[in-house]
């Protein structure tokens, strides 16, 4: 997908994307999950699999050594999802675990969830989240 630099991020921050969630994307570490989670968010609306895969934790039921079929799977989703707005509900943080529970409007709806990440070797990682319908 063809992205300017110099639009506002797709992650709400308000600030365009060269400022904001480029430099994680570029492979600068999220300082916390809550960056690590909108960075993400991010990736999909741009359609960078490659982000969403590395920053995906071994534990998540989606993470798969066949990367090329994830990585098309990613993509398809991308290439039919707007991705129209994220707003943050709760961020409870901790050293190694940490909460974002976060509401997306999508063009095929809201997608709420609580999601769970981990700090491995410096490194925040999705590892899972529970739908709230």
């Known amino acids: ?3 300017s630099a110099n639009t506002l991020c797709p992650c709400g921050s308000k600030i365009k994307y060269k400022k904001c ?3 994680y994307h570029k492979g600068a570490l999220a ?3 809550l960056l690590l989670m909108k960075s993400r968010y991010c990736a ?3 359609g960078n699999a490659d982000y969403i895969i590395k920053t995906t934790h071994p534990n998540n ?3 798969t050594e066949e990367r090329k079929s994830w990585e098309a799977s990613i993509l398809e989703f991308s290439k039919h999802t707007d991705f129209l707005g994220l707003k943050i ?6 050293k190694t675990e940490a909460y974002v529970t976060f509401s997306a409007s999508l063009s095929s ?3 709420k969830e609580k999601s769970r990440f981990l700090k491995e070797h410096g490194r925040w990682l999705y590892v899972d989240g529970e739908f709230d319908r």
């Open 89 to 94: 509900i709760e961020f409870i943080d901790g």
């Open 31 to 33: 300082p916390n999950a």
């Open 44 to 46: 999909y609306a741009l």
């Open 1 to 3: 997908m063809k992205f």
């Open 109 to 111: 709806g809201e997608l």
């Open 21 to 23: 969630c480029a430099k």
């Open 61 to 63: 039921n989606d993470y």
